[in-house]
């Protein structure tokens, strides 16, 4: 069955930079695309990334762009989450989750992750 | 890209049927059918429950419903079920591989 494992969360101050990884298993994760969501304590959802099965592409909201950088590693199944110049409104729950669709994708978000957590504080 | 709008809370007692509401533009839920729906229980992941504006993956109850007119989707619980108290998110695709989610509902099952 589809695992996805996120990682590399945890306390870090303004301005700090963190990497967040998901290790994928269960599928074909060079056949899908990959997107990040979080959720700020109390909050709602926000689609944060998007990254195409090749890797090629990504996508970015509007809110992060210049800040996050998301990629992927289809030899090792994992996908990341480069984060630079954090701020406090960054703290949130990080999910990954996989694309509905092979290869292409207007899709939707079919599996998640359990989260990792994002503390961005002095 | 700004969020959807949904209602801040619903509820039903056990049995009745509930929609909820989810209105974007004419970019995002208008343009596209993509729409999907997540049911979040505090402290864990969101699941699907309804994607392509109205398709159901497998194993989710056919009492779930999905449907979408103009710039306003719905998704609709019949025989509403304590188990289906829990906050639910619409999501839509709003061109060029980026997407939106709405602010979320409640569900209360009274």
């Known amino acids: 069955q589809v695992q996805l494992v996120e990682s590399g969360g945890g306390v870090v101050q303004p301005g700090g930079s963190l990497r967040l990884s998901c290790a994928a298993s269960?599928?074909?994760?060079?056949?899908?695309?990959m997107h990040w969501v979080r959720q700020a304590p109390g909050k709602g959802l926000e689609w944060v990334a998007f990254i195409r099965y090749d890797g090629i592409n990504k996508f970015y909201a509007d809110s992060v762009k210049g800040q996050i950088t998301i990629s992927r590693d289809n030899s090792k199944n994992t996908l990341y989450l480069q984060m630079n110049s954090l701020r406090a409104e960054d703290t949130a729950v990080y999910y990954c989750?996989?694309?509905?669709?092979?290869?292409?994708?207007?899709?939707?978000?079919?599996?998640w992750g359990q989260g990792t957590l994002v503390t961005v504080s002095s | 890209q700004s969020a959807l709008t949904q209602p801040r809370s619903v509820s039903g007692s056990p049995g009745q049927s509930v929609t909820i509401s989810c209105t974007g533009t004419s970019s995002n839920v208008g343009g596209f059918d993509y729409v999907s729906w997540y049911q979040q229980y505090p402290g864990k992941a969101p699941k699907v429950m309804i994607y392509d504006v109205s398709k159901r993956p497998s194993g989710v109850p056919d009492r779930f419903s999905g449907s979408k007119s103009g710039n306003t989707a719905s998704l609709t619980i019949s025989g509403l079920q304590a188990e289906d108290e829990a906050e639910y998110y619409c999501c839509s695709y709003a061109g060029s591989y980026t997407w939106v989610f709405g602010g979320g509902t409640k569900l209360t099952v009274l």
């Open positions: 269960g599928f074909t994760f060079s056949n899908y695309g």
């Open positions: 989750a996989k694309d509905g669709y092979q290869y292409d994708s207007c899709g939707y978000h079919e599996n």
